[in-house]
């Protein structure tokens, strides 16, 4: 989670045993400091039950530390509903989804999947830190991102358009 450790001895204690600071002062201590133009970015955590390496409390730190900051950043302000749970079984692997709603907006989703090591569940299992049993990340992040897409901007008029109003409004 943000602001969990501020040396490598104390980054490696983190991922073996979460944060010693509370994901939840941390996040009200950032917040204070930022611009209030700043808006809260919806958020997915993915982590494996049986990862030996980042310890599955600094999941759980960090969707804390995602939900007050969705309360102190979000417009209009105020506490998430309690994540609504369920256990999702796959042809691989069972995971646990949380999701996080305000009103009838997702602003964080956390899957924990059961039996996954550090590794990309679904992955490619010829290459490092794959797991080839589903689920599939890769679908899993799309599920989530997909809702999220943002208008197209207006394009801006191509300059030999800008070019003939300026000929137009010079010579009338």
């Keep these: 989670m943000y602001r969990a450790a501020d040396s490598a001895l104390a980054g490696a204690r983190a991922m073996h045993s979460g944060a010693a600071v509370s994901p939840e002062n941390?996040?009200?201590?950032?917040?204070?400091?930022?611009?209030?133009?700043?808006q809260f970015v919806p958020a997915l955590v993915i982590h494996g039950?049986?990862?030996?390496v980042v310890h599955p409390r600094n999941?759980?730190?960090?969707i804390r530390q995602f939900q007050r900051f969705a309360e102190v950043l979000g417009a209009p302000s105020g506490p998430l509903a309690d994540g609504v749970e369920q256990?999702?079984?796959?042809?691989?692997r069972s995971y646990?989804?949380?999701?996080?709603v305000r009103?009838?907006?997702?602003?964080?989703r956390s899957l924990l999947i059961d039996g996954l090591g550090h590794?990309?569940?679904g992955g490619d299992e010829r290459l490092r830190f794959n797991d080839a049993a589903?689920?599939?990340?890769?679908?899993?992040?799309?599920?989530?991102?997909?809702?999220?897409?943002?208008?197209?901007?207006?394009?801006?008029r191509p300059v030999r358009l800008w070019l003939r109003y300026l000929d137009r409004l010079l010579h009338g």
């Design 96 to 100: 646990c989804q949380r999701d996080y």
């Design 49 to 52: 039950t049986h990862d030996s």
């Design 134 to 156: 589903q689920p599939d990340a890769s679908r899993l992040i799309w599920d989530f991102l997909w809702r999220f897409r943002r208008p197209l901007p207006r394009r801006p």
């Design 103 to 108: 009103g009838d907006q997702l602003l964080l």
């Design 87 to 92: 256990r999702i079984s796959t042809a691989g």
């Design 26 to 38: 941390v996040a009200d201590d950032a917040a204070s400091r930022v611009s209030r133009n700043v």
């Design 119 to 121: 590794a990309w569940s």
């Design 59 to 62: 999941a759980e730190q960090i």
